[in-house]
């Protein structure tokens, strides 16, 4: 354990960060889960209203630091391949 209080402080702060940045992927996670199950169960609509729900999420996510801007991108993409293909 940390003896000097600067490095206490920056346990602290850390253990702060780790749990937001856990809430927010997690909150992730769910968005796109929803979007799976929308595009399995071949529902357009629900699709459409979870992929914008979706790209929120990712570009928050990419905002706040907790991905990477292109993997943000990515996946964004990837997601909206997914809807082009259960449209088409």
Do not use: P, W, Y
């Not at 602290?12 to 799976?36: D, G, P, Q, Y």
């Not at 699709?47 to 990515?74: E, T, Y």
Request: net charge positive; with cysteine; charged share 30%.
């Amino acid at each position: 354990m940390a003896n000097i209080k600067s490095a206490k402080k920056r346990v602290k702060v850390i253990k702060v960060k780790t749990l937001r940045n856990k809430m927010i992927k997690s909150a992730l996670k769910t968005t796109i889960k929803k979007f799976e199950i929308a595009i399995q169960n071949k529902n357009v609509e629900e699709a459409k209203a979870a992929f914008a729900a979706c790209v929120k999420s990712l570009d928050m996510a990419a905002s706040k630091g907790v991905l990477h801007k292109n993997k943000a991108a990515r996946s964004k993409s990837r997601l909206a391949a997914k809807l082009n293909g259960l449209s088409a």
